[in-house]
């Protein structure tokens, strides 16, 4: 906590040193009826638009005007208004903001030009739109691309998946890249080709990990893609972009910096209270040590919910909120694009396994929002729309022995994993037709993906051109139950219904084949007797 307490207290003494050094910067919000990105006679200012310094948050007057202070190597930016676009370069990515380079300083990999503001009229152009009741966002986790590899994996599993769907925009919780930030101009490029605006998170393998002041460590970052803290409006739904871990000698701890919760405060006051809020983070706020402050602010007059990435696994939580206006905050960690790490055998066209630690495929999801009400639905990549769950029961393997359970364990267990899944879902199964029994909720290991941590540690894979997956995690949305204690031996079908009050309902269906127990003993025999 002491750690906590300085990087606040650090944030006031800047704060008030910017305050004392910096002058004002002015401009205009204009509507940029040409599309040609300068404001030309006869197009007008936009009155009421929000311009923030990442700090302060002012509005534009009745011709559009507006003046901010101005902070050392801080970006100014327009914060997007329902009813307007803002103008896109040629990789889709949002020219909403304006960076303020004021420092030359060498890191590893390439930063903004000394390009100070100071002085200098900064407009922005906005571009009309039809306001829009309903909402499609593409929600993308962890890319993590390091090498080209990497991003030839992103375009299929995410830019080829995707290609048929309609959406609105896209945004990408986080990790971008896997701390080589050389890769940003190649994941532009493909990223670009889902021939939508896309919305860019930092996340902590983002960093300049070699700038000597935490001030420098998003200016990679912020030359690709721009501020790392940011806000804009499409249709009656806010979206709120920060970020929440902060660069330290003792790692990237989960904090949300003074600086943040100071903006996000500023931007509110001017967000109707009908607006339903939208957080766009890399950590989880399991993994945020001042997670209530920020949750204080947002829920003082506007319901709110939040998307995350970070985790390498799936999972929805419901936290707390102490307040009239809402009683609990829904988050939605919406796992990896890359899976885990891009690592694991690769297919018939060259993409790793890769699936999750929670044992659901990579993959990647979508929010949809029609007034006040919001749904989420999980796409696992290579997989049709209906692939929402995975239902196991122990198999018997005569090729590969080593595969079966120990003959102690008991081989009336189902396990079902549904991806998109809470503690809130309901899971039932029936077995041929007979009547539904319900699953009980327990998270635990994905029993499928132990089976992989199995045949790695029997050095079966990885082989020469993969990587080993990295060790499984207690998987959030497992369910559990048994085959009806009359199953007569033979082959049988498990059909599986799941339901969630905010992914929809999903179905499933499994062939087994129950053996008789005099059988299943001599098999079990005849497999030790091979293994002496």
């Known amino acids: 906590m002491k750690f906590l307490s300085s990087i606040v207290l650090l944030h006031l003494a800047l704060y008030v040193q910017w305050v004392q050094a910096q002058g004002f910067i002015k401009g205009v919000v204009y509507e940029d009826r040409n599309y040609n990105r300068q404001w030309d006679k006869g197009e007008p200012g936009v009155p009421h638009v929000a311009v923030s310094n990442g700090w302060e948050v002012v509005q534009t007057n009745s011709k559009g005007q507006y003046k901010i202070r101005l902070r050392d190597n801080e970006?100014?930016?327009?914060?997007?208004?329902?009813?307007?676009?803002?103008?896109?370069?040629?990789?889709?990515?949002?020219?909403?903001?304006?960076?303020?380079?004021?420092?030359?300083?060498?890191?590893?990999?390439?930063?903004p030009e000394v390009s100070p503001l100071k002085g200098k009229e900064t407009n922005f152009a906005l571009n009309a739109m039809e306001n829009q009741d309903a909402l499609r966002v593409l929600v993308i986790g962890d890319p993590q691309v390091s090498i080209q590899d990497d991003v030839n994996h992103l375009a299929k599993v995410l830019v080829e998946d995707v290609a048929y769907e309609k959406y609105d925009f896209a945004i990408v919780l986080g990790d971008l890249a896997f701390d080589e930030l050389d890769i940003y101009q190649s994941y532009k490029e493909t990223a670009g080709a889902l021939g939508v605006p896309v919305y860019n998170v930092i996340g902590n393998h983002d960093l300049n990990v070699d700038a000597s002041e935490d001030v420098f460590t998003d200016d990679t970052f912020e030359k690709h893609f721009g501020p790392s803290n940011y806000a804009f409006t499409f249709g009656n739904t806010h979206f709120i972009v920060i970020k929440n871990f902060q660069l330290t000698d003792q790692g990237v701890p989960g904090v949300i910096s003074e600086e943040v919760l100071e903006f996000v405060k500023n931007d509110l006051q001017f967000v109707p209270e009908d607006h339903k809020v939208v957080l766009a983070m890399h950590y989880p706020f399991e993994d945020v040590a001042n997670t209530g402050a920020l949750l204080e602010i947002v829920h003082q007059k506007h319901q709110a919910i939040s998307l995350a990435g970070h985790t390498h696994t799936n999972f929805q939580s419901f936290l707390p909120v102490d307040n009239a206006n809402q009683k609990e905050h829904h988050q939605l960690v919406a796992g990896a694009s890359c899976g885990s790490w891009w690592q694991g055998e690769h297919d018939f066209f060259g993409t790793p396994l890769a699936v999750m630690h929670c044992g659901a495929p990579k993959g990647y999801w979508f929010l949809d929002v029609v007034g006040d009400e919001y749904q989420f639905q999980f796409k696992a990549a290579g997989f049709p729309k209906s692939s929402q769950m995975h239902i196991w029961v122990p198999e018997w393997y005569d090729w590969d022995k080593k595969m079966n359970l120990p003959e102690r364990h008991s081989r009336d267990t189902v396990k079902v994993n549904f991806y998109p899944g809470s503690e809130r879902s309901t899971v039932s199964m029936r077995v041929d037709e007979g009547p539904w029994q319900p699953l009980q909720y327990q998270p635990g290991k994905d029993p499928y993906y132990q089976r992989l941590m199995r045949l790695q540690e029997r050095g079966v894979y990885p082989t020469k051109t993969a990587s080993k997956l990295g060790g499984s995690r207690d998987s959030r949305h497992l369910w559990v139950g048994t085959l009806p204690p009359d199953t007569p031996p033979g082959v049988h079908v498990i059909e599986v219904m799941a339901s969630d009050p905010y992914s929809g309902t999903a179905k499933a269906k499994r062939v087994i084949r129950v053996y008789p127990q005099a059988e299943l003993k001599q098999k079990y025999k005849q497999m030790k007797t091979e293994e002496q």
């Open 75 to 111: 970006p100014v930016f327009v914060i997007k208004p329902s009813g307007y676009q803002v103008p896109m370069d040629e990789n889709h990515l949002p020219q909403f903001y304006h960076l303020n380079s004021t420092v030359s300083h060498q890191l590893k990999y390439d930063t």
